[in-house]
T-cell receptor, first 113, second 113 residues
Framework: DVKVTQSSRYLVKRTGEKVFLECVQD?????MFWYRQDPGLGLRLIYF???????EKGDIPEGYSVSREKKERFSLILESASTNQTSMYLC????????????FGSGTRLTVV | DQQVKQNSPSLSVQEGRISILNCDYT??????FLWYKKYPAEGPTFLIS?????DKNEDGRFTVFLNKSAKHLSLHIVPSQPGDSAVYFC????????????FGKGTRLSVIA
């Protein structure tokens, strides 16, 4: 069964900490994405990557960075966590080309205190 | 500005009846549309899709209708079951080019037994 695995289901971090959220997919997908889900705001795209070492800003990149050193792994980094980054973070991957949907991970619920 | 709009944050339906979830889009370049279903504490899962060359696509109890002139699509679930209770996200993309999916804010469906 193909999978997108997010390293943690729940995380609690302190304000100002540097936070790493890891995502690994085993489907040899070229594309990987990071979204956050907040009540009333739906899914908002933070960053995405179409290839190793490539990254593109999404709609809300401020306060975040990403790393993609290997095809299967896409990391989201909160440089200095703040309380407004408390959210559900969702990683997804997809094949390149037309008509492919995304496979999502189970999500990481991050609380910044 | 929202390119994909789900104007109903929530919907309640009796078990066995039809559920109709609506989605509007503004970008005329969108030509591929998907519905995702999300349970709490899980990632979204793909439900059904439709390309702009069709106006209807069925998969079991789920049917998606597309009205290109109105830039409107709808998801019909017949008959509705309690297990269908979830948040449903509409998403859109351009068939050509490798652009990320754009998601609506979601509609929470409650199917009452």
């Amino acid at each position: 069964d193909v999978k997108v695995t997010q390293s943690s289901r729940y995380l609690v971090k302190r304000t100002g900490e540097k936070v790493f959220l890891e995502c690994v997919q085993d489907m040899d997908h070229e594309n990987m994405f990071w979204y956050r889900q907040d009540p009333g705001l739906g899914l908002r795209l933070i960053y995405f990557s179409y290839d190793v070492k490539m990254k593109e800003k999404g709609d809300i990149p401020e306060g975040y960075s990403v790393s993609r050193e290997k095809k299967e792994r896409f990391s989201l980094i909160l440089e200095s966590a703040s309380t407004n980054q408390t959210s559900m973070y969702l990683c997804a991957s997809s094949l390149s080309g037309i008509g492919y949907g995304y496979t999502f991970g189970s999500g990481t619920r991050l609380t910044v205190v | 500005d929202q390119q994909v709009k789900q104007n109903s944050p929530s919907l309640s339906v009796q078990e066995g009846r039809i559920s109709i979830l609506n989605c509007d889009y503004t970008n005329s370049m969108f030509d591929y549309f998907l519905w995702y279903k999300k349970y709490p504490a899980e990632g979204p899962t793909f439900l059904i899709s439709i390309s702009s060359i069709k106006d209807k696509n069925e998969d079991g109890r789920f049917t998606v209708f597309l009205n290109k002139s109105a830039k409107h699509l709808s998801l019909h679930i017949v008959p509705s079951q309690p297990g269908d209770s979830a948040v449903y996200f509409c998403a859109a993309s351009q068939y050509s080019g490798n652009t990320p999916l754009v998601f609506g804010k979601g509609t929470r469906l409650s199917v009452i037994a």
